[in-house]
């Protein structure tokens, strides 16, 4: 089993690597022909947490409206994830505290 830290901050880097791509689109809406970068994320099987990579989409083109709502998904799952890292940080120091 992972640490639990451990699976909070492969989440907050997955998040944060969706909200520089993010902010590359942005930079690049008014860029003619320009594809959107996209963020994959895919469950780590044995080792907890999560995996990203960034690919270029499909489809021309950025929304303005789109990329507006994956910021504010992105910037939720890291505050989620620091809230869960440091909840395990003061856990480990209670039983720390429990022990000594």
Known sequence: MAPISSIASSGMQAAQQRLQASAHNVANLQTEGFTRLEVVQQARSEAGGV??????????????????????????????????????????GALLDIYA
């Open 51 to 92: 995996d990203a990579a960034t690919r270029r989409a499909e489809s021309v083109g950025v929304s303005l409206e789109s990329e507006a709502v994956d910021q504010l998904s992105a910037r939720n799952a890291f505050v989620a994830n620091a809230t869960v890292f440091r909840t395990a940080d003061r856990m480990a």
